[in-house]
């Protein structure tokens, strides 16, 4: 993800990405965003959802060190990955909703963009714009999901 939109969703969710400075056997932010800047509108949505929780968690006296922080945001499987040290049933829902929503997404670019497979194997999100010249790409299978 391009840096100027990392900085603002770190800028606009401060409490669940404060551990981004920690090295990486403490939290794998340090390396930024390990994903394509299509996503990021969804990203930057359940970071918002995700940080409201957090300062509900807060205010009802839950401590820093207890509150929820982004450990790794990457893609995996054609779809975004979001982890956390610690969630609520409620952010899970949140986070699972917006992982399957994004995979008609291309993570490039942000268009919208059927699941597809390269090479019959690899699942991907990209549109016709963003595939690799020369490599076979199909529509995947409900089985592939």
Same mark, same amino acid.
């Given at each position: 993800?391009?840096?100027?939109?990392?900085?603002?969703?770190?800028?606009?969710?401060?409490?669940?990405?404060?551990?981004?400075?920690?090295?990486?056997?403490?939290?794998?932010?340090?390396?930024?965003?390990?994903?394509?800047?299509?996503?990021?509108?969804?990203?930057?949505?359940?970071?918002?959802?995700?940080?409201?929780?957090?300062?509900?968690?807060?205010?009802?006296?839950?401590?820093?060190?207890?509150?929820?922080?982004?450990?790794?945001?990457?893609?995996?499987? %054609?779809?975004? #990955? $979001?982890?956390? &040290?610690?969630?609520?049933?409620?952010?899970?829902?949140?986070?699972?909703?917006? @992982?399957? !929503?994004?995979?008609?997404?291309?993570?490039?670019?942000?268009?919208?963009?059927?699941?597809?497979? %390269?090479?019959? #194997? $690899?699942?991907? &999100?990209?549109?016709?714009?963003?595939?690799?010249?020369?490599?076979?790409?199909? @529509?995947? !299978?409900?089985?592939?999901?």
């Amino acid at each position: 993800m391009r840096r100027q939109l990392a900085e603002n969703i770190y800028q606009q969710c401060p409490i669940i990405y404060r551990g981004r400075h920690q090295g990486p056997d403490k939290n794998l932010m340090c390396f930024g965003f390990d994903c394509g800047s299509g996503w990021y509108d969804q990203i930057l949505t359940l970071s918002i959802q995700i940080e409201k929780l957090t300062e509900k968690l807060r205010d009802r006296g839950v401590e820093l060190g207890y509150l929820p922080m982004v450990t790794q945001v990457k893609e995996k499987y %054609a779809g975004p #990955r $979001f982890y956390l &040290t610690v969630s609520t049933d409620e952010m899970g829902e949140l986070i699972s909703k917006a @992982e399957e !929503d994004s995979l008609c997404i291309c993570e490039e670019c942000g268009a919208e963009e059927k699941l597809m497979t %390269a090479y019959g #194997r $690899f699942l991907t &999100t990209c549109c016709e714009l963003h595939r690799i010249p020369g490599v076979p790409y199909s @529509e995947a !299978d409900d089985e592939d999901e």
